[in-house]
């Protein structure tokens, strides 16, 4: 059984054997690394389009400029030169990687600049928070990024790692913050930049080391605080974004408890609650009640239960009477505009089927006339046959 499994694990895990050449994989990694000339216009292109992208919320857009992004050259090229000890490569990959970066952030400011739309859309709303999951995202696909790199047949991989890491995304988010002042968005995307970064090149220095590519030799010192100095890097990337993560998973935790709470303690017979708004500030759970009024004695009894959805923190704000009427109104207003703008586009749908019916029934009254005018005509005409093209 033992011999079974060490030789299944063979045959289907043992990456080895379909590796590319060691000197093209060199080669290939190096000339990746630069950022002059075509490949530089390129990624100013691709970050005006992801900018754009951005700018309208069009996720298809987005995902063509990580396809042409060319970012991930010297992301690779760091991991891939301190994976054989290459002092040389690493110094090129960097100081090429902060050219690109800069360059990025530039361009996608002076967009952000000129562009005439200032709202945060969702997508790019979406890189200012980076958590743990984007930690295990860059992780993976640069694994998957390294293994397609050093294998002979890459296949479709590198396309699907520059669109599953996202570098492009990040560094638009980051120049819009610089555009518009906005701190917590330049903080925040640059972050999930960096995380993308720093793993992207983890995953590739671990790949080059488990698959013993040739080493340049470097003093034990140097070594070992290589090693040191990567490990503190990784460790520090990811605290962060336990943080971030811990505050994600309590949010919707402190969220889904409120709605719960809401449902099962604030609906009565005569009584509902018709919306609820919570105040993180100022720690305050505002909720409308319509239909007949809770007493004083009734809503001290329901705060007592805040307790068991773990959101007695909150003090609740029962809105009910005149205020809940009005708050009614609004909602009653803005769902009959919703009916009416449908009940507009039945209509038009309607008229213009029936206006398609009423060309295809005219062709039957033609017809029916021409058949009796040929039978007046032509008396001796025993069957007519009328075809209309």
Request: aromatic share 12%; with cysteine; proline share 3%.
């Amino acid at each position: 059984m033992t011999n079974f499994i060490k030789q299944f694990a063979h045959n289907y895990f043992f990456i080895n054997k379909g590796l590319e050449n060691e000197k093209l994989i060199t080669h290939s990694i190096t000339q990746g690394i630069s950022f002059k000339g075509t490949n530089l216009w390129i990624l100013i292109f691709a970050i005006f389009i992801a900018s754009l992208g951005l700018n309208v919320n069009s996720t298809a857009v987005i995902i063509g400029a990580m396809l042409i992004s060319p970012l991930m050259g010297p992301i690779i090229g760091m991991g891939f030169a301190v994976g054989i000890n290459d002092l040389k490569l690493f110094k090129s990959a960097l100081f090429n990687y902060w050219v690109a970066t800069v360059i990025s952030i530039l361009t996608a400011t002076i967009y952000f600049m000129i562009s005439p739309f200032d709202e945060a859309q969702s997508e790019l709303m979406a890189r200012t928070s980076p958590t743990t999951y984007d930690v295990f995202i860059a992780m993976f696909g640069g694994a998957a990024g390294i293994i397609a790199i050093f294998s002979k047949d890459k296949g479709n991989v590198i396309p699907g790692v520059a669109i599953a890491t996202a570098l492009m995304p990040p560094l638009c988010t980051a120049g819009y913050g610089i555009a518009h002042g906005n701190i917590y968005f330049f903080a925040g995307a640059f972050y999930l930049y960096f995380i993308n970064t720093v793993f992207i090149c983890a995953s590739t220095y671990a790949g080059v080391r488990l698959m013993k590519f040739h080493q340049k030799e470097l003093p034990d010192n140097l070594a070992r605080k290589s090693r040191r100095w990567i490990l503190v890097i990784v460790i520090l990337t990811i605290i962060p974004s336990v943080f971030l993560t811990y505050n994600l998973f309590s949010n919707n935790t402190l969220r889904r408890n409120i709605n719960l709470f809401v449902k099962e303690e604030l609906n009565f017979i005569g009584t509902q609650a018709i919306s609820h708004e919570l105040d993180l500030d100022a720690k305050v759970l505002k909720v409308a009640m319509v239909g007949n009024e809770l007493s004083v004695n009734e809503i001290t009894h329901i705060e007592d239960k805040m307790r068991k959805y773990h959101i007695d923190e909150f003090k609740l704000k029962i809105i009910q009477g005149v205020q809940s009427d009005s708050i009614m109104r609004s909602k009653s207003h803005n769902e009959t505009s919703k009916y009416a703008e449908q009940f507009n586009e039945q209509a038009i749908t309607i008229k213009n089927l029936n206006d398609k019916l009423v060309q295809y029934t005219q062709y039957q009254n033609i017809a029916k006339d021409i058949k009796e005018e040929a039978q007046i005509l032509f008396p001796n005409i025993k069957n007519t046959y009328i075809i209309i093209i």
